[in-house]
Nanobody, 117 residues
Framework: QVRLAESGGGLVQPGESLRLSCKASQRISGEGDMAWYRQAPGMQRELVAKISRGGRETYADFAKDRFTIIKGDGKATLALRMNMLKEQDTGVYFC???????????WGQGIQVTVSS
């Protein structure tokens, strides 16, 4: 079974930037939407950004103009560039890839992002 693994998380100060990457254990074919989700302590998992097979990007209000979702960055399957980070961005970030015909739904284990002074 295909497994996704996130990397690039860690501790940063407010206003700084961070880049998350998501790599698959195997080559993925027939992918549809690719997305990043996050989950803050005590909160439900929420969509951060997604990109369709055709390249259409969608962002949550809190991510608009600060975050950028990137597909096919080197060996990474998916990446998320985060600028002007706020303490409220703290949480566990997950990558997600679904099949173009909903024939699969892969999730990463999640990676911690902490924004604090």
């Amino acid at each position: 079974q295909v497994r996704l693994a996130e990397s690039g998380g860690g501790l940063v100060q407010p206003g700084e930037s961070l880049r998350l990457s998501c790599k698959a254990s195997q080559r993925i074919s027939g992918e549809g939407d690719m997305a990043w989700y996050r989950q803050a302590p005590g909160m439900q998992r929420e969509l951060v950004a997604k990109i369709s097979r055709g390249g259409r990007e969608t962002y949550a209000d809190f991510a608009k103009d600060r975050f950028t979702i990137i597909k096919g960055d080197g060996k990474a399957t998916l990446a998320l560039r985060m600028n002007m980070l706020k303490e409220q961005d703290t949480g566990v970030y997950f990558c997600n890839i679904v099949g173009a015909w909903n024939d699969f739904n892969y999730w990463g284990q999640g990676i911690q992002v902490t924004v604090s002074s």
